[in-house]
């Protein structure tokens, strides 16, 4: 089962879920699933290999392992790939740790207007629109995507660190 | 300009929506910055707050007023466009200058203190900034693990495969776009020097750091031809230095600044 | 050495050459090259994994091991359906606008080797052959065929919208 397990993983182009495995291996209990996956990924992992399985987005994908990168961009000729902004990167941090948020809310922390790094941010799909607000002007509420967990390698949202740690450091920095 | 330690160079640190809007501007240049690509006015304040090592809790007003106007006129002459909250954040700090001259309320002045002092919603509003701002930080150095892993090309693993194909037009022209662009993208130098734009710009200067490992700062303006072209040219050089791609510094005060490439961090 | 040949033939769209591995590692010499990179291709075999190393067309190649296609396959149609890989599909679009065209040409335009995307597009059936070029080496020029006129539901070649179209149609969904 764990080599089955290994070679989904492997063609998958998204975070395959544990739920997913239980559709390929309807004979078999869910905890027996659970202890395979459990096992593959430890057992893969634990090989001194250029690949790696994370758990990214509530499901498990393959990756190489970031200490080559050099090598391997020098392979695919690849530049690091755009960056994402300041202005973008705080944008999205409010949206992270404040959703659903508005616009208006975003900029009320930020001071400044945000609607080009919003779009930005639209456009790259790490953000959605999760509904309106049901106040005068009905605005957009935002929230961030499952893309946005993947490009963070983020396998939940829990996974960010909490607001107080960041309050706390800025604190200490003023 | 100066090296990487230098006061003002993270101020105006610019974003990939780095834009040369062409608003009517002086010089007859055609060119205007606009400043929302920039930072906002929280980020200024931070900023001089920590370049002067000031107590947040105990803002010198006058002092940061003072300084704060005069960015907004070093913006107007670099022909900046200074969005609505740059003025509201001006008002902000005028009026509570102005608050801090009256004598203080004689009956509330037993009472807390801290909240009858006029800057405390500024600090809250710096300190929720600088909050974000860590955030973003932290944003920023999980996307430089991430850029660092590949996932396999998704291809054909079973070459027998008859599985119908769910591509439709619109992703098939995306990817004609997306080809159209790259070959674009590799013939910067046959472009007329009116269309450089940055990210041409930071292109061009990656070339020469593909050849050289060091350059001096004043090279990159020596063949400059417009206004504008310094102008880009400079943003070009922010820019990387932000990617962290290239660093300024100088040996000595006073010296030519030198600009070397940063070897990527393993 | 090892892991780092494993991420590359992982991350590369054509099977690997040995003579590529001296590029990527010129300080070691050709001959322990060679020999890591046996040393990689029998471990990784070795393994009781989900995926293996082939040799394919005078390179490396990694793929999942046939034994465990059905399960792959029931996997695969679990998802909405097979996409065309970035490759694949930007071959396509080139070959629906420039064709007839030649191998050669595609690689001018995408910049990258295009054979194995070629491959499966032959496969599929979305690409013929329409003949040969005159030139020296008469190379085969490539078309699209019926399938693909039905597949992206157009009457005929005439049908392709212009990049300009597309450029509005993408503006508009903004």
Redo the contacts between chains.
């Keep these: 089962m764990?080599?089955?397990?290994?070679?989904?993983?492997?063609?998958?182009?998204e975070p395959v879920k544990a739920e997913?495995f239980r559709?390929?291996f309807p004979e078999e209990a869910p905890d027996s699933i659970r202890q395979a996956l459990a096992a593959l990924v430890e057992g893969?992992n634990a090989?001194?290999?250029?690949?790696c399985i994370r758990e990214v987005a509530g499901g498990y994908?393959?990756?190489?392992?970031?200490?080559?990168?050099?090598?391997?961009?020098?392979?695919?000729k690849t530049?690091?790939?755009?960056?994402?902004?300041?202005?973008?990167?705080?944008t999205?941090?409010?949206i992270?740790?404040k959703q659903p948020v508005t616009l208006a809310e975003i900029l009320a922390?930020?001071?400044?207007?945000s609607s080009?790094?919003l779009?930005?941010l639209?456009?790259r799909k790490l953000v959605c629109i999760l509904g309106r607000k049901e106040v005068v002007g009905r605005p957009i509420l935002y929230g961030t995507s499952r893309e946005f967990l993947i490009?963070?390698?983020?396998n939940s949202l829990a996974d960010?660190?909490t607001?107080e740690e960041?309050?706390q450091?800025?604190?200490d920095?003023? | 300009m100066c090296g990487p330690e230098g006061p003002d160079r993270d101020f105006m640190?610019?974003?990939?929506?780095l834009?040369l809007g062409s608003g009517p501007a002086a010089e007859g240049s055609g060119l205007t910055i606009r400043l929302?690509?920039?930072?906002?006015?929280?980020?200024l304040l931070?900023h001089l707050?920590?370049r002067e090592e000031i107590d947040?809790w105990n803002i010198p007003i006058a002092h940061i007023t003072e300084q704060y106007l005069e960015y907004l006129e070093i913006m107007k002459e670099l022909n900046i466009n200074v969005?609505g909250?740059w003025l509201v954040?001006a008002a902000t700090l005028i009026f509570i200058k102005s608050r801090m001259l009256l004598p203080p309320d004689p009956v509330r002045e037993s009472a807390a203190e801290d909240a009858d002092d006029p800057r405390t919603e500024l600090v809250y509003?710096?300190?929720?900034?600088?909050?974000?701002?860590?955030?973003?930080?932290?944003?920023?150095t999980?996307?430089e693990?991430?850029?660092?892993?590949?996932?396999?090309p998704?291809d054909e693993?079973l070459e027998d495969g008859n599985d119908v194909i769910a591509v439709t037009l619109f992703d098939l022209l995306h990817a004609f776009q997306e080809v159209v662009r790259r070959f674009e993208s590799q013939r910067v130098l046959e472009v007329a020097q009116e269309e450089v734009t940055i990210e041409r710009k930071i292109e061009e200067i990656?070339r020469s750091f593909l050849v050289h490992d060091t350059l001096t700062f004043s090279s990159f303006f020596t063949a400059a031809s417009s206004k504008r072209l310094l102008i880009v040219t400079f943003l070009a050089l922010l820019e990387l230095v932000?990617?962290r791609e290239i660093w300024l510094y100088q040996q000595k005060a006073f010296e030519e600044i030198q600009i070397s490439k940063l070897k990527?961090s393993?």
């Design positions: 764990q080599a089955v397990m290994e070679a989904i993983i492997y063609v998958a182009e997913q559709e390929i893969f090989r001194p290999g250029g690949m994908r393959m990756t190489t392992r970031p200490e080559h990168h050099e090598q391997i961009r020098a392979y695919l530049r690091p790939g755009a960056k994402l902004s300041m202005a973008a990167l705080e999205l941090a409010v992270a740790y922390i930020r001071g400044k207007k080009t790094a779009q930005t639209l456009e490009h963070f390698g983020l960010l660190p607001l960041f309050a450091m800025a604190g920095q003023l | 640190e610019s974003g990939e929506d834009n929302d690509a920039f930072e906002g006015p929280l980020d931070l707050i920590k947040i969005a909250e954040m509003q710096l300190l929720e900034h600088q909050k974000f701002k860590n955030a973003a930080e932290m944003l920023y999980r996307e693990v991430e850029n660092a892993v590949w996932n396999r998704p693993v990656r932000r990617l990527e393993a």
